[in-house]
């Protein structure tokens, strides 16, 4: 190791092994807690399927009582939707998000840390309520006034709504952190356009969270006050408005399944190329597309809402917004179709998933398509028809990408290669089991079987392709089971990947494997899209470029460049924060002042209050900045 | 131009490797059979809505099919076909084909078919929003937790959980809740239709023949929502309208000792809360009106049939059958229980 690379590690790595637990803001640190923690929530709330798919095996069973089926029903989705996919897909933005752009960190790290901590704490928030039989039970989409006080007595409700207003914070803060990260922190010289695909589709889904959430927040705010203040917003009887939950859930509802969808599609982008050899065909379209589908996802929510007796000429218009949405998502299809075409195509094992995810995807766009037929919305919307369909566009838009992800960019995390035989199990046993799962689901919706039962008759010919799909999900559980298996195999035992085993463009395959604190020794200066594939793609920055307004980057100190937000010309550089407890001290606090919410204690919740006044105080105190070594300028 | 040179060197046995496209085959033409004589299927439709419904859903079933199969075979072959050249070299992108094909197959076709959708949708909803201005019988639905209140103003007719209807004619629905939301569907003859607090929603509906068609609550309510069915039976006229006479019928005193006994036994217990009869003193509005309970085919709309001995089951204990419901256990003796029966089931 370098003198100079002694110094980065130095001064990026945690001091003390506590730091490193609690104070770390590596983003690549905090990538991997968020990819851990949403892992270990699919597999509680895949855990939760389990248990309902054994409930729907057969008609007329005991193993779930009704209260319990619902409860878990509410937590899969809730935790599928909160939890896992949305969290995701933020590990993976935190992680490759700077090293994709050639930066050494996020924007605000400690921010980054802070909305890990918030996730986490509102994660343990929610399931808490499963430790005093006080789990939620309306439905993720809890629609009022079933979910108010009066009908639902109990916590778990209260439980749902703060969980998600406090994990709103966490997914607000992460979002505004991908804006500026993107915005600001790109290599010199990555212009706006040479930015690869998948910070397109993070960007996109940032600026839908940002505005996505704040429905959602304010509707859960008003549902609480209703439940703890004894307020009347849902409550018809006393003026308030039913259907307003509806509107501001779906006003949030809509555009999120576009931020689950996007980012999937985002690492379908960059594994496509890789693997065709070739870079994607339409770059501007494909990012376009991106922007497109954020922008129309916030005006079809109400296709969610066509039996609540709407007008006519309402339900129309959002009919026509609907089918709109159609022409960014055939973009992307046929571009990814043409950069297979004109390519080489290499059937690696992410390329593999991302067919499997071509293959469901489609079928849920498809059957995604028919619900702006208004009459047949009517007819198959809360059945098993309309699960199939949002399945088949989640799981074939989001855990098919994830797996591609996983299997493309995990030897960049871990420095090991996957088996190639257990990859393949995990592969076919996903893909036949979750089609044997979803794809019965499509025939009992049509015949007639509604959704969130927790039982049901014989007689309706539903009970076979129940056990279809109970069979189909147990195979579906040893596919991820399989995948445990592969990733604690490869990681003691894989080959060494190489710091770029896929021979791939762009530049987070420019450096080791795993990564060193730091990412970049010295700042990389962009000159193509795919740089690494360009004879003349990028430069090392050992001359600093002059900025302007202070001294030159000194690459041996804890600084980066921030650079223009379109031409990403070099603008500043930025000393960057040092590892700080004060996230996890803030989000603990937060999670002592929603707990006293919760259980309406408000004294107590005022000193919570003040704690977080304090904690937010000793965040911003002002730090003297340590003095620069000797002989570290360069 | 790479493309022709490759066409040629198409690979028969790539293509012809197993997948998985064969057992979709199979399943797609169970649900072609599926559907055929169950009572709440959208593809065994029974009524003029559920019939364009259910077409428009074969049209769409029809485009979709034929789109899966070309994107997924283009996606397949891309992918399985032979190549040439070395396969770690970088085609270059070509940034004027490509914007060509992406602009064409990916805006212009798919924008004209969504065009045309378009006009199919409208064309479809001018055909369901077609109602008759003249319908044969007004019915009122009213949900509860967990049961259906019906209601025919024009007759006087107070009942639950089964809807008769004449049928071949429109018959007008309007819908409302006592509690929270439902979502009233019987998928043999229409989509659906929510019952929202403070809201009173519209459907018409029509059964080409007589028959029994079942229904379902469609939208979460709780923890019976399992259990929130009903029927629609749809009569020929004179069927329909002996129905009718005898749902008007108020339930003469009975004469019978045991009768009267256990019509004591109805009015001197807890049943009355909640129960309403006819020509008695019970008009408790919280449970379903049973001054014809004899005359309809289930309990606890839709959990059980409605038998003597699921009837004296229910009375003791429904929260076996239906946890969770409101009706509390019944504390009678075996001789009351009786006399209690044999009345309720006098109520034809």
Known sequence: MTVAAERLERSWESPTVLARVLATVDHKAIGIRYLVTSFCFFVIAGTLALFMRLQLAGANQDILSSETYNQFFTMHGTTMIFLVATPMLSGFGNYFIPLLLGARDMAFPRLNAFSYWVFLSAGIFLYSSFLFGLAPQGGWFAYTPLTEEQFLPDKGLTFWALGLIFLGISTTAGAINFIVTIFKLRAPGMSLDRMPIFCWAVLATSAMIVLAIPPLTGASVMLTTDRVLDTHFFDAGLGGNVLLWQHLFWIFGHPDVYIIFLPGAGIVSEVIPTFSRRPIAGYYYVALASVLTAIIAFGVWVHHMFATGLPQVSMGFFAIASIGVVIPSSIQIFAWLRTLWTGRPQLKLPLLFVLGFLFTFIIGGLTGVMFPMIGFDQQVTDTYFVVAHFHYTLIGGAIFPIFAGFYYWLPKMTGKLMNRALGHANFWLLFIGFNLTFFPMHIVGLMGMPRRNYTYDEGFGWAIYNLLSTIGAFILALSIAVFILNLLYSRANGEDAGPDPWRAGTLEWSISSPPPAYNFRVTPIVRERDPLWMPDGFDWADDAPETGRRRPVDPLQHELIATSVLDGNPDSVDEMPHDSYWPVILALVLLGLFYSLLTEQFWLAGLAGAAVMVAIGGWLWPEQLAAPEEGESA | ?348
């Open chain 2, 1 to 348: 131009m790479e493309d022709s040179e490759r066409t040629p060197g198409f690979n028969i046995r790539s293509f012809l490797r197993p997948r998985p496209l064969p057992i979709l085959g199979a399943l797609l033409a169970s649900l072609v059979l599926a559907g055929c004589g169950d009572r709440q299927s959208a593809l065994d439709p029974q009524g003029p809505a559920a019939s364009t419904i259910a077409l428009s859903w074969w049209i769409m079933l029809s485009i979709a099919a034929i789109t899966f199969s070309i994107v997924m075979g283009l996606v397949l072959w891309a992918v399985f076909r032979r190549q040439t050249g070395d396969p770690d070299e970088i085609s270059p992108a070509q940034p004027d084909e490509d914007s060509r094909f992406i602009l064409t197959w990916g805006t212009v076709v798919p924008g004209l078919v969504l065009i045309l959708f378009a006009g199919f949708i409208i064309y479809t909803e001018v055909a369901l929003a077609d109602d008759d201005d003249n319908p044969a019988e007004r019915i009122e639905i009213i949900g509860h937790q967990w049961w259906w209140e019906v209601r025919y103003p024009d007759r006087d007719i107070i009942t639950a959980n089964e809807i008769h209807i004449p049928a071949g004619e429109p018959v007008d629905i309007t819908v409302t809740t006592a509690d929270v939301i439902h979502s009233f569907w019987v998928p043999q003859l229409h989509g659906k239709i929510d019952l929202i607090p403070g809201i009173t929603n519209e459907i018409q509906l029509e059964a080409d023949d007589p028959g029994t068609y079942r229904g379902q609550c469609a939208e979460y309510c709780g923890l019976q929502h399992a259990h929130m069915a009903f029927t629609v039976v749809a009569d020929d006229s004179d069927d329909y309208a002996a129905w009718v006479d005898q749902q008007q019928q108020v339930p003469a005193n009975p004469e019978d000792q045991d009768l009267i006994a256990g019509r004591q036994v109805f009015l001197g217990s807890a049943c009355v809360y909640c129960h309403r009869i006819a020509g008695t003193n019970a008009s408790g509005e919280i449970g379903p009106d049973l001054t014809h309970i004899a005359s309809r085919e289930t309990l606890g709309a839709g959990t059980i049939e409605n038998s003597r001995g699921n009837l004296a089951a229910w009375i003791i204990d429904s929260q076996h059958f239906k946890p969770g419901n409101k009706m509390p256990p019944m504390d009678l003796s075996g001789p009351e229980l009786q006399q209690l029966i044999d009345y309720l089931e006098s109520l034809e």
